[in-house]
């Protein structure tokens, strides 16, 4: 049988008190929480921010401004929030729930959550261009892709690694080893070492999207069958960069 779906009586001003609720309840006192509550319940959505006087917030709390200020501090202190007031009781300031105990995204953190989703496309736009690749992102790939993403690796130095790794692995197919197809994202985290602190000439990389293309159009070429031998490939690099073949 069956549940009929939950309907709110009142769905204006619903918040979603989730997990993050429930770990503020079990560090603030009970007066602390209240406050927790009330800011939660009036703050935009968009940004986890209020802004009011602290003489307008202890009135809707029914408590004094001195306690009131002892609850904020002590949010302060457990990393919940972050409050700017003017030295005027009267005048208006802002409380700022941090992101932890913030059920919805900010957004800043929907802008940053955009950014992350079109770099794990265009990642995965150039896995699927390269024959030796195996198609998608794993949920390994995609951790991983995230934490390029942060630590400010950009899509042109991945695109080079791609580019080199593919290379080395061609090269590797045509002097008569595996076949076996790239299977992870993980492949080329080591070519991105490799590549971080070099300076390489431009040109270096036409000459290796040159070399990789015609190697790639060979391995397409055979469906699957066992390599054919073929003339040692020439040396990658020529003091151009580092070697594919490395």
């Not at 009267?90 to 802008?111: C, D, Q, V």
């Not at 991105?192 to 070429?221: S, T």
Request: aromatic content about 8%; some cysteine.
């Amino acid at each position: 049988m069956s549940s009929s779906p939950l309907t709110l009586k009142n769905p204006r001003g619903w918040f979603a008190a989730g997990m993050e609720v429930e770990k503020a309840m079990t560090i603030l006192s009970d007066g602390a929480f209240k406050v927790f509550v009330y800011l939660c319940l009036n703050a935009r959505r968009d940004t986890g921010v209020l802004e009011i006087s602290q003489t307008e917030l202890a009135r809707n709390l029914k408590k004094g401004q001195q306690t009131l200020r002892r609850h904020l501090g002590e949010m302060q202190t457990a990393g919940i929030c972050q409050s700017r007031f003017s030295h005027s009781p009267l005048g208006r300031g802002m409380i700022e729930i941090s992101g932890e105990y913030w059920p919805y995204l900010t957004n800043a953190e929907k802008s940053c959550t955009d950014g992350a989703s079109a770099y794990l496309a265009e990642i995965n736009k150039m896995l699927r261009a390269r024959a030796c690749i195996r198609t998608s992102l794993s949920t390994a790939d995609e951790i991983l892709a995230r934490e390029w993403f942060e630590r400010g690796i950009t899509l042109k130095q991945i695109e080079q690694a791609i580019l080199l790794g593919c290379s080395r692995k061609y090269a590797a197919w045509r002097n008569n080893q595996t076949r076996t197809p790239i299977g992870s994202l993980r492949y080329f985290e080591a070519v991105l070492d490799q590549l971080r602190d070099q300076k390489i000439d431009p040109d270096y990389w036409d000459y290796i999207r040159y070399r990789m293309d015609r190697m790639e159009k060979l391995w397409k070429e055979s469906f699957g069958k066992p390599p054919s031998t073929a003339d040692e490939l020439e040396a990658a690099t020529k003091n151009k960069g580092p070697d594919p073949n490395s």
